[in-house]
């Protein structure tokens, strides 16, 4: 596990407390400075930022299914006033705390349809072995995740994913990053972050479902990542979450993101096998 990741899992045991720079300087080994850098650019923003968005997602969850007081939930995620705490809720969900309350809870007592995801299918080898929905109470940030979890006995080779397509045209000849963060439970197979670039004729030209880095067994929110270079040819990109075999996946806030070439590609396209130059152009060796 890398140490953003590894990073991410220690603050979410933080929520409740505060995170200090001298204790994130012991937990990665790195200079505060250096780290703040690296982790504004993996994951978008600043880790002080990150830890603020996070609280006020979990305190959200908590006005919504408790009967907490807002001043409470306000100490709780460490803002020093309830008016404190109100200004940066505004700013995040739009309302204040008590009107978010009620209107949440009365949308989700009158809601018919929560496992609806727009602009989302699900796909795969048995996609009916399969569900995908959205999720009010295992969230990253905002007011809902979207989930994929098996509901039937499945085989080890099959495979169900929540995805996307569209135009390459936007993005033709630039290296492009896909993000977003995901949390497992009891995976047996494998999941992982997709993305693929097909030419318009319909061949793959590139493509990283992170076989070579697979999410397994039960993880907290961590922050994934694929990189792929779009040809002058490509016509379509597709992407999303998939999860193989058994178990439960939640995936929250993708980005896509132009990189340049500092950036590494991961693509998986490519066999790692190809040697770099022609070998026994005149039949001598024999195979080892």
């Known amino acids: 596990m890398n140490i953003i990741q590894q990073t991410i899992n220690w603050l979410e045991n933080k929520l409740e407390e505060p995170v200090r720079n001298e204790e994130v300087v012991q937990v990665t080994g790195y200079s505060f400075y250096h780290f703040h850098r690296l982790f504004q650019q993996k994951v978008g923003m600043s880790l002080h930022e990150y830890v603020r968005n996070r609280r006020l997602t979990i305190a959200a969850q908590r006005l919504i299914y408790t009967n907490e007081r807002i001043l409470d939930i306000a100490f709780t995620y460490q803002f020093e006033s309830q008016e404190a705490f109100t200004r940066a809720f505004r700013k995040a969900h739009g309302l204040p705390p008590g009107?978010?309350?009620?209107?949440?809870?009365?949308?989700?007592?009158?809601?018919?349809?929560?496992?609806?995801?727009?602009?989302?299918?699900?796909?795969?080898?048995?996609?009916?072995?399969?569900?995908?929905?959205?999720?009010?109470?295992?969230?990253?940030?905002?007011?809902?995740?979207?989930?994929?979890?098996?509901?039937?006995?499945?085989?080890?080779?099959?495979?169900?994913?929540?995805?996307?397509?569209?135009?390459?045209?936007?993005?033709?000849g630039k290296r492009l990053k896909l993000s977003c963060f995901i949390k497992s439970m009891n995976i047996d197979g494998?999941?992982?972050?997709?993305?693929?670039?097909?030419?318009?004729?319909?061949?793959?030209?590139?493509?990283?479902?992170?076989?070579?880095?697979?999410?397994?067994?039960?993880?907290?929110?961590?922050?994934?990542?694929?990189?792929?270079?779009?040809?002058?040819?490509?016509?379509?990109?597709?992407?999303?979450?998939?999860?193989?075999?058994?178990?439960?996946?939640?995936?929250?806030?993708f980005a896509f993101e132009e990189v340049d070439d500092k950036t590494p590609t991961t693509n998986l396209n490519t066999p790692d096998s190809m040697p770099a130059e022609p070998v026994n152009l005149n039949f001598d060796l024999e195979l080892e």
């Open 99 to 172: 009107k978010y309350r009620m209107l949440m809870r009365t949308l989700l007592e009158n809601s018919k349809e929560v496992e609806v995801m727009k602009g989302w299918f699900i796909s795969g080898t048995n996609p009916q072995s399969y569900e995908m929905g959205r999720d009010f109470q295992e969230v990253h940030k905002g007011n809902a995740s979207g989930y994929l979890r098996s509901v039937m006995a499945t085989k080890d080779e099959e495979f169900g994913t929540v995805m996307q397509q569209f135009q390459a045209s936007k993005y033709c």
């Open 190 to 253: 494998f999941a992982g972050l997709w993305m693929r670039i097909d030419a318009k004729d319909g061949d793959t030209l590139q493509f990283d479902n992170m076989s070579n880095r697979p999410i397994k067994g039960t993880t907290g929110w961590n922050h994934y990542s694929v990189v792929l270079d779009v040809p002058p040819n490509a016509g379509v990109i597709y992407f999303g979450v998939l999860l193989q075999g058994s178990g439960s996946i939640w995936m929250d806030e």
